[in-house]
């Protein structure tokens, strides 16, 4: 099929399938120590194996972990590197994900759009840019009271919609494609149980992005910190000049980091930054977490060494208090594995242009799985998903940049078949 052909396909079923999947609730838990984080995760993973299956994929499957894995067969008699498309079945902690109803505003015109289960949720033209680009398409939000879930609820939607396609145009000629669906990828632990040998794939795309167009080679590299603060703790009616308070510290810790720097308030591109998640205790101990990004992996251990020294600097006021400092690493930049393998980014790059588009190349101030996947061996850009306002309840995405989503996964499909 020529790429003509491939973009005259006009049977989308993403916008309806994105419909769908939104209303399943899939919202992940930090604070659950199982795989999948919630169980409810794999409602969504068990519909799409039905829809799969029915598709004519005859292996896909939902493991105990809640990972979906499936192969559309190869149709060509080349010798082809199997390519994964991957997205994360949960949304984020950071809004509810519960009772979802996707609403679809047609021929948008440019207007402010006020989701009607809360006036006071406005998606403001003049405060998203890609709005400007989105004349005449149909966007689709939530209501008001929850996030949409197009975080990646829209990439879920684009790989099943292009599966359908490639079984029901056997013309599209590929080599073996995999589908990987995970759970847990916003709590940071979207990878943790994925099986590659299963995958078996060579090279991977995420669709996890924003504007359409647009495919990621950088991600940070990220680090936590917990920063444990132990005190003195004496009745309040005894305590002059014994107490010495973990909470207090704790503040005055935080109150000293650079605020014009170093921040996720004050940074942007490339900027790295500190910055605390979570502070919680009592007189005698107190804890705060913190997340450390840059894009340079060298530069997270100048990051933590300049925490930890603010953090002995309020301390030395304390003499009869301590503290630990545990660092653990979370991702590294996935351009230190991409840049291995340039021919990824071409192929995804011309699969955009092919697909219409202009490709932009982009660096993620975040991580993906794709972070991860690149340093278990499975090397792994992003590509668009065309969701925007990610987490939060003004998230939105445009039904026309999801199907130019599908066209890209088409095009990257018979691109490694042709080359």
């Known amino acids: 099929m020529s790429n003509f052909e491939i973009n005259n396909i006009n049977d989308f079923s993403v916008s309806e399938r994105f419909q769908r999947y939104v209303q399943i609730d899939t919202q992940s838990d930090s604070n659950s120590p199982t795989c999948p984080s919630t169980d409810k995760q794999k409602n969504l ?7 799969l299956l029915a598709f004519g994929i005859s292996d896909a499957a939902i493991d105990d972990n809640g990972y979906v894995y499936a192969t559309i067969p190869s149709n060509t008699e080349k010798s082809v590197p199997t390519i994964c498309f991957c997205s994360h079945m949960d949304t984020s902690p950071d809004s509810s994900g519960k009772d979802v109803k996707p609403l679809v505003h047609r021929n948008y015109q440019g207007q402010d759009l006020v989701l009607p289960d809360d006036n006071n949720i406005i998606i403001k033209y003049t405060e998203h840019p890609d709005l400007a680009n989105q004349i005449g398409n149909n966007i689709i939000t939530a209501s008001g009271t929850t996030l949409l879930g197009a975080d990646d609820k829209a990439g879920i939607a684009e790989i099943m919609d292009a599966a359908r396609l490639l079984m029901q145009h056997p013309e599209i000629k590929h080599g073996d494609i995999k589908i990987l669906f995970t759970p847990d990828e916003e709590i940071g632990r979207g990878v943790d149980k994925a099986d590659l040998k299963r995958v078996g794939a060579d090279f991977a795309y995420t669709m996890d992005g924003e504007k359409a167009g647009t495919i990621e080679d950088e991600t940070f590299s990220a680090d936590g910190a917990i920063l444990t603060i132990h005190g003195v703790s004496v009745h309040p009616g005894f305590a002059k000049g014994k107490m010495q308070s973990a909470i207090k510290i704790a503040s005055a810790i935080i109150e000293a980091l650079p605020q014009d720097r170093l921040s996720p308030e004050s940074t942007n591109k490339k900027d790295g930054f500190v910055h605390p998640t979570n502070i919680s205790g009592t007189v005698e101990k107190a804890e705060i977490h913190f997340i450390i990004r840059d894009h340079n992996t060298a530069n997270l251990a100048k990051h933590e060494s300049e925490l930890e020294s603010i953090a002995k ?20 930049n996935m351009k230190e594995i991409l840049d291995q393998f340039p021919q ?6 011309e699969a955009i242009t092919r697909a219409g588009m202009k490709a932009e190349r982009r660096s993620i101030r975040g991580g993906t799985d794709g972070s991860r996947l690149s340093f278990m061996g499975l090397p792994c850009p992003n590509i668009f998903a065309g969701g925007h306002a990610f987490h939060g309840k003004q998230e939105w995405v445009s039904e026309q940049d999801m199907q130019k989503a599908v066209l890209t996964i088409l095009h990257v499909a018979t691109l490694w078949e042709e080359k």
């Open 45 to 51: 993973g068990k519909l799409l194996v039905e829809e």
């Open 313 to 332: 600097s309020i301390l030395a006021k304390y003499p009869n208090c301590s503290y630990t400092f545990e660092v653990k690493e979370q991702y590294r």
């Open 344 to 349: 990824i980014m071409e192929i995804g790059i």
